[in-house]
């Protein structure tokens, strides 16, 4: 068995310096997921109702991640793990059919996942007021990591009995702000729908003490540039023109674009 590594001077051929302790975040567990959502609701703009109520069709424009709302909770019957509940809000965009007018609205995911997240008891208190972490019951921490969706398909839809309605939520104030004007529940007889296509990385993390090699001290090897000058155009003059910026590319390699089709 091997000797058990401890903090202090490595000697060895792989360059390693010492083994040092460092205070981190242990990755518990993670999921990455592909939703398609398919007819999410639009909570249009006012001043959207009434191109909405006029439209033929709607064609889509632009879908942006505004803001996730992550939840932790624990699951009595399963030792150690936890649900994590987000919800994400989204600001889409499209145009109406005939007319060309702009329209806008918020669309609201939730999604569930269950993760192992370890247990333990510990407070932990800082000295520095903005990184204090006071938890009674040691809950992990919950992390996602999201890019802007990818929008699929917009349309609109007649109301009727059988139309199923929203599900109801507690809107921030600064997500509202992100819209010229107030939000609307939505048309009387017209509903806007949207699908859009989501990447996410979820995970559960706690923080944790480890043992890590050190290779040496992060020394950077670029020296500062500036320059006392202060006209501006001389600093211009040393930015090299963007060639690639005005001329379309012959070719997109297909790993290096999540948005290209397969």
Do not use: W
């Not at 559960?204 to 670029?222: G, H």
Request: with cysteine; net charge negative.
């Amino acid at each position: 068995m091997a000797d058990r590594v401890v903090p202090g001077a490595v000697d060895n051929a792989d360059c390693i310096k010492e083994a040092v302790c460092i205070n981190t975040r242990k990755i518990m567990d993670s999921c990455r997921d592909k939703d398609c959502i398919e007819d999410l609701i639009v909570f249009p703009t006012l001043s959207s109702l009434p191109y909405i109520d006029n439209a033929l069709s709607v064609r889509a424009r632009n879908a942006e991640l505004l803001h996730c709302d992550v939840t932790v909770r624990e699951i009595s019957l399963n030792r150690g793990y936890y649900t994590v509940d987000v919800t994400y809000f989204y600001k889409v965009t499209g145009e109406t059919f005939p007319g060309n007018q702009p329209v806008s609205g918020l669309a609201i995911f939730d999604k569930r996942v269950m993760l192992f997240g370890s247990e333990g008891k510990v407070k932990t208190y800082s000295s520095v007021v903005d990184d204090v972490d006071i938890s009674n019951d040691d809950m992990p921490i919950a992390t996602v990591d999201a890019v802007n969706p990818i929008i699929l398909h917009m349309g609109i839809a007649e109301i009727n009995c059988h139309t199923p309605a929203g599900e109801q939520h507690d809107i921030p104030d600064f997500i509202r702000q992100y819209f010229r004007d107030d939000l609307s529940s939505g048309s009387n007889s017209r509903q806007l729908l949207v699908t859009l296509g989501q990447f996410s990385i979820i995970r559960l993390e706690r923080s944790t003490q480890l043992l890590i090699p050190a290779y040496d001290y992060c020394m950077p090897d670029k020296e500062c540039v500036g320059s006392a000058e202060d006209d501006p155009c001389t600093m211009f003059s040393r930015i090299r023109f963007p060639v690639e910026e005005f001329f379309p590319p012959d070719s997109i390699e297909a790993c290096e674009d999540y948005r290209s089709m397969v």
